[in-house]
């Protein structure tokens, strides 16, 4: 796993800074590279600096999630239960409206509106180490990211919970890369690089695995 320690608050700002608004499409100076490619980041990549916010059920992995369930709904092993289901619900509203006294219209029911409806989401654990997880998984999924930039965690997790996580992320082959603003005790299958207070870099090891 890849460890970049940066010990210029000014320098580690302002690459903070790059990074988001490269995730979000927006210009910034910093470049990552996959051999001779330049990886663009805001189809690949995430930030997280603050790892008790990452949300699983942000409005964009929703709104990915229920394509999907509302494409599967409409497919050929659900078709025929799906129209069952909606011209139940039709007709059991209608025999609502019909009750009221005044002439009452209403549209159609539709897939996506009775996913909604239901307020489909997805269950978040009250483990950070599970949290952080199911957010990569989750985002890998419906996102296409596969760069997860986390930002100080060693602050957040224990060193067991550290070796989990890039267990997890090897199984599913989640790319890690850990912005710190100081060196901590180097753990198995890490790479560290450092900018010192002096902008000087030094290499803890012989392999980078960015």
């Excluded at 990552?32 to 600096?49: E, R």
């Excluded at 239960?81 to 025999?95: A, C, D, Q, V, Y």
């Excluded at 901590?184 to 450092?194: A, D, L, P």
């Amino acid at each position: 796993m890849s460890i970049l320690v940066i010990e210029n608050p000014g320098l580690m700002s302002k690459l903070i800074i790059d990074l988001i608004a490269q995730c979000n499409n927006l210009d910034g100076g910093f470049t990552l590279w996959n051999n001779s490619n330049i990886i663009q980041l805001h189809k690949t990549a995430d930030v997280i600096i603050n790892p008790f916010s990452a949300d699983i059920n942000r409005r964009d992995i929703l709104t990915q999630l229920y394509k999907r369930m509302e494409h599967d709904a409409l497919g050929e092993d659900l078709y025929m239960h799906t129209n069952k289901l909606l011209s139940e619900i039709e007709i059991g509203f209608r025999n609502i409206i019909n009750s009221q006294d005044l002439n009452i219209e209403s549209d159609s029911p539709d897939v996506l509106g009775l996913i909604k409806l239901m307020n489909v989401h997805f269950e978040v654990s009250d483990s950070l180490l599970e949290k952080m997880c199911d957010y990569m998984d989750t985002c890998r999924e419906y996102l296409g990211i596969r760069l997860f930039i986390f930002v100080n965690l060693k602050s957040f997790i224990t060193g067991s919970e550290l070796y989990q996580l890039y267990d997890h992320s090897r199984y599913n082959k989640h790319i890690l890369l850990l912005i710190e603003n100081r060196q901590s005790e180097t753990i198995e299958s890490e790479s560290v690089r450092m900018i010192d207070e002096d902008l000087c870099e030094i290499r803890f090891s012989d392999e980078y695995y960015l």
